[in-house]
């Protein structure tokens, strides 16, 4: 019913700056928090920021004052600028999508995922 699109990931030297890009489409009636998740090897998934549909955000305490999460409403798109990397963002990052589903009246809401995108800081 509804795909999540990631794109962006890739291979930086620390201090590198990358940004990643998610897009939803499908049966969308509106999308409330959308975010970005990560998951490193032999390490649980964790929050890394997110985003209310009124633009309200929140981030973990890692990544405060390097990343900047944003969001473009009309195109259903989150964004994620990773700024002065460092080799512990290594992970792969999913994006997440709280979906009320519909067309033209909302007929539930669910939890949607991306496939992850690799993003490896390394010299």
């Known amino acids: 019913q509804v795909q999540l699109v990631e794109s962006g990931g890739g291979l930086v030297q620390p201090g590198g700056s990358l940004r990643l890009s998610c897009a939803a489409s499908?049966?969308?009636?509106?999308?409330?928090?959308m975010g970005w998740y990560r998951q490193a090897p032999g390490k649980e998934r964790e929050l890394v920021a997110r985003v209310t549909s009124g633009g309200n955000t929140n981030y973990a305490d890692s990544v405060k004052g390097r990343f900047t999460i944003s969001r473009d409403n009309a195109k259903n798109t989150v964004y994620l600028q990773m700024n002065s990397l460092k080799p512990e963002d290594t992970a792969v990052y999913y994006c997440?999508?709280?979906?009320?589903?519909?067309?033209?009246?909302?007929?539930?809401?669910?939890?949607?995922w991306g496939q992850g995108t690799q993003v490896t800081v390394s010299s």
């Open positions: 499908g049966r969308i009636f509106s999308i409330n928090g």
């Open positions: 997440n999508a709280h979906v009320i589903i519909g067309t033209i009246i909302p007929n539930g809401e669910n939890d949607y």
